[in-house]
Every structure is written in C-alpha cells, then in structure tokens.
C-alpha cells in the first residue's frame, strides 16, 4: 500500500487524529519557514479530516518540500526515504 502525503495549514494541527496519519504528534511535524503549513502522511484510506486535499506521492511531496532555498525548513535528517517510494 502506498503512502500518501497532504499539506495542511498550520492552524489544522490541533484537529488532526495521529491515531490515523503516520506521525505520532505535533511535535513530529515538519513545517514550512513561516510556520504556516505543514504535512502528513498516511496509507490506506483518506482519513475523513483530510478529505478534498491534494494528495501527493513521495516523488511529488519531494520536489514541493525539498527545494533548496526553498519555502521548507530544511529536514534534521535526510529528505523523506526514498525507498518508500517502491512500496
């Protein structure tokens, strides 16, 4: 199953259910430089708080957040694992 990745506004945060996307906490987000956006990822299917946004691949989600100078704070690790763009 295939992971997806969707951006939300930062003010959604609080209304997000970790029990059904991949990160276990707010503090595990990685937001944008303003601190107005950040995403998520899940698999299987869409929880229902992120119905209607655009889902991204982990090719997709990549380029939008791995820019260099770009509007992402730059990943503490390595950008998102390559290797779970085969599963």
């Given amino acids: ?8 506004n930062a003010n959604e945060v609080s209304s ?32 229902s708080f992120l119905d209607g946004k655009t889902q991204y691949t982990i090719s997709e989600i990549n380029e939008i957040i791995n820019i260099a100078g770009g509007d992402w704070v730059p990943a503490v690790e390595d950008p998102i694992d390559q290797g779970e763009a085969n599963e």
């Fill in 1 to 8: 199953m295939s992971i997806k990745y969707v951006i939300i």
């Fill in 16 to 47: 997000l259910d970790f029990s059904k996307v991949e990160e276990t906490s707010a503090s595990m987000l990685r937001y944008n430089n303003d601190n107005t956006k950040t995403f998520v990822k899940f698999t299987g299917n869409t929880p």
